[in-house]
């Protein structure tokens, strides 16, 4: 995994990292830690009814990265971007 061409705060550009998969459950959860950011990440989904699916995400990281607050926002928005895109015809 190679990180953005560009610096943050706490990253040098094109940083490189770990992937690791804890857990997979199919179709209900996925648990994963990134080496590199000291940050897991569990993913839980469960069918409420046919059309809709209810999501929890719970990271754990460095209170520096400012993780507990944007991150798992900015995650669940592309997720749910990319199921609505999913729908289209």
Do not use: K, N
């Not at 610096?7 to 830690?33: E, I, K």
């Not at 400012?66 to 995650?75: C, D, E, N, S, T």
């Amino acid at each position: 995994m190679l990180g953005p061409d560009r610096p943050g705060y706490f990253r040098r550009p094109m940083a490189a990292g770990t992937l690791l998969v804890l857990d997979v459950q199919p179709r209900r959860r996925l648990a994963f830690q990134l080496t590199g950011d000291r940050m897991e990440a569990d993913l839980t989904l469960r069918a409420v009814d046919e059309t809709r699916t209810e999501v929890t995400l719970v990271v754990e990281g460095p209170w520096l990265i400012g993780l507990r607050r944007i991150f798992p926002h900015q995650a669940l928005e592309l997720l749910h971007s990319l199921l609505r895109t999913s729908e289209l015809p």
